[in-house]
């Protein structure tokens, strides 16, 4: 899948009419913590657009709060492909299936509701597009649900270039 210039992806959401948006950026309390992270610019990027909101993480049953999860071993894109995992950050416990499917889950939202873009949360293991914790560290790569929106084609935009 071609990887476009942030000018590109801006453009990109300027035309697009559905987007598909990392839910806790609207102020929805998905986050591990129990916060959300309700975002003033991305708000104003939506304005007069359709809106799919979605949480990979609670969508695929995990709680709210629930324990933080890293990458293990690579980012969003080994996940799918079976070279690395997503655990607990503080036990290890597995959490691959279940990031997997909501990953799934997001990129059927998006194709149900027609979304082009999808404007995602910066460095969660699920939603990061331009970086992502893996190992204990913040790495360059995108958690698992933006890997597989952008790997269907849809162009995953970054709360923090908005
Ligand atoms: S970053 Fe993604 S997975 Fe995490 S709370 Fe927000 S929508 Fe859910």
Do not use: N
């Not at 009419?17 to 990392?22: A, C, H, I, K």
């Not at 992502?132 to 709360?159: E, F, K, M, Q």
Request: hydrophobic share 40%; aromatic share 2%.
């Amino acid at each position: 899948m071609m990887e476009r210039t942030r000018e590109e992806r801006l453009a990109a959401l300027r035309e697009a009419r559905v987007v598909l948006v990392s839910a806790c950026l609207l102020g929805e309390a998905c986050r591990y913590d129990g916060k959300s992270k309700g975002s003033s610019p991305v708000i104003r990027a939506l304005e007069g657009k359709e809106v799919v909101p979605m949480c990979p993480e609670t969508g695929a049953g995990l709680g709210i709060p629930r324990p933080a999860v890293e990458l293990r071993g690579g980012t969003g894109e080994a996940v799918l492909e079976g070279r690395a995992q997503a655990v607990v950050a503080a036990t290890g416990e597995d959490r691959t299936k279940e990031f997997r499917y909501g990953a799934e889950l997001a990129l059927k939202a998006a194709q149900r509701f027609g979304a082009t873009v999808a404007v995602l949360k910066e460095r969660s293991p699920s939603c990061g597009t331009q970086g992502t914790h893996v190992d204990g560290v913040v790495v360059p790569g995108r958690g698992v649900a933006a890997a597989l929106l952008h790997s269907a084609g849809i162009i995953v935009i970054s709360d923090e270039e908005l």
